[in-house]
């Protein structure tokens, strides 16, 4: 007796083929990657601005100032909110007066000073005073030295720290320059003479100064520094001024100023360059942070079933789930495993002594009672019924697998 399982089957229905939309697990993950990427070159890019800012444009610094110098500072508050200058010489006649503007003040005032250096000059030298001098200003020098050693005595200027030039003397003795442009200048004598020279320099100085009479706010190191605030968002024009009498002791006078950052500022700056570079990503046609659905064409037949097929169990109530082959293998295999004649059980058994494992163990028993049940007369007409359904040799027993 044999038994088959017919599975049912819907009848066919015929729809038109889709396109599905199938998102993959790479593109999430090249949509996070195209974030951090657009997040990490914003950061970088806003790091070194506000780097060049805070420590560039509006980093601490030391000014070297003069007997009555005016020297000129630009400052936005959009990026700085307050300022502080310090003066290292705290004694009482050598205050620095530091004044706000909200325009840009003149520089239509004059100031004339002299100062008088006894001075030893080494041979093949120089040596003189460093001062900050507006432009305009005007420098006259005169030396009095041994008269054998004035031919080989000239008068110097140094502008910034490479600019140099030499003065023409008058008579041996003396020299003029006219400043040119606001800088640092240092002004002396150098000495070509093969020995070490004495001699007493006077400078006259001519300095254009800043005009402070219309200052909004100023403040004063009578203390040894002072603050000054600065409101949002104005442009401010800093004036730093000092006394007449000058520092006698040393050749060069110089103030610490610091600029303390607006953080708030910062934050804006921030969000706006994020801005600006997704704008910029954005017309470039990359579309970060975003995961798109992919279109694949899948081609879908007649007797493509409209909802995902579940997994089944078979009669062994064996749990099959199934395998991303093709359609004709996942056949074969299905049916390799079920018995040949009932197609409902797997195979557990095999004949011996040919060994086919093709039945059931229930399948493989009803072939061998076949035998003992027949009559004498079926016997002799058919010596060989008790055969292997594969290989049709004589099966003496049956041995279960599981």
């Known amino acids: 007796m044999q038994r088959s399982l017919w599975l049912p089957f819907p009848n066919p229905s015929t729809y038109q083929s889709s396109m599905v939309p199938i998102q993959t697990q790479s593109q999430y993950s090249i949509g996070w990657q ?26 601490d610094a030391r000014l070297i100032l003069g007997p009555s110098s005016s020297r000129l500072i630009q400052s936005r508050s959009f990026f700085v909110d307050q300022i502080e200058v310090t003066n290292e010489y705290t004694n009482a006649n050598n205050d620095i ?25 080494e041979a093949y030298s120089r040596k003189g005073i460093s001062l900050w ?107 730093l001024t000092a006394p007449k009498n000058g520092n006698d002791d040393d050749d060069a006078w110089f103030v610490e100023i610091s600029f303390m950052a607006r953080v708030f500022s910062y ?27 992919v279109a694949e064409a ?40 079920l018995c040949i004649i009932c197609f409902d059980e797997q195979r557990n058994c095999f004949f011996v002594p040919c060994g086919h494992c093709a039945t059931c163990y229930d399948c493989a028993q009803r072939i061998m009672d076949e035998e003992s049940n027949s009559t004498l007369t079926d016997q002799i007409a058919n010596p ?4 292997c359904p594969v290989c049709r040799r004589v099966i003496n027993k049956v041995k279960r697998l599981f």
Not at 37 to 59: D, K, N, P, R
Not at 168 to 174: A, D, L
Not at 310 to 332: A, L, M, Q, R, W
């Open 97 to 121: 007066h530091l004044y706000a503007f909200n325009e840009k003040p003149e520089l239509n005032s004059e100031i004339n000073w002299t100062t008088s250096k006894f001075l030893v000059v």
């Open 267 to 293: 934050i804006i700056l921030l969000g706006v360059f994020m801005i600006v570079i997704f704008m910029i990503l954005k017309c470039l046609g990359a579309d970060y942070g975003e995961i798109h659905n």
């Open 384 to 387: 060989k019924s008790k055969v």
């Open 133 to 239: 001098l507006n432009e305009g200003s005007t420098i006259c020098l005169r030396w009095e030295a041994e008269a054998s050693s004035l031919n080989k005595l000239e008068g110097i200027v140094i502008k910034g720290e490479k600019r140099f030039e030499k003065l023409e003397p008058n008579n041996g003795k003396r020299a003029e320059y006219i400043v040119e442009e606001d800088d640092r200048y240092q002004i002396g004598i150098l000495n070509m003479n093969a020995r070490n020279i004495i001699l007493t320099l006077h400078i006259n100085v001519s300095a254009k100064i800043y005009d402070t009479t219309k200052a909004t706010n100023k403040c004063s190191t009578r203390n040894g520094s002072c603050k000054l605030d600065l409101f949002f968002p104005i442009t401010y024009y800093l004036v």
């Open 298 to 337: 899948q081609e879908v037949t007649e007797t493509e079933p409209l909802m995902q097929p579940n997994p089944v169990t078979y009669g062994t109530n064996i749990f099959h789930e199934k395998e991303e082959t093709n359609s004709d293998v996942s056949e074969e295999l299905y049916d390799e495993k």
């Open 34 to 59: 195209d974030t951090m990427a657009f997040f990490i070159a914003t950061f970088t890019i806003y790091l070194c601005v506000s780097t060049s800012i805070l420590y560039g444009f509006y980093g």
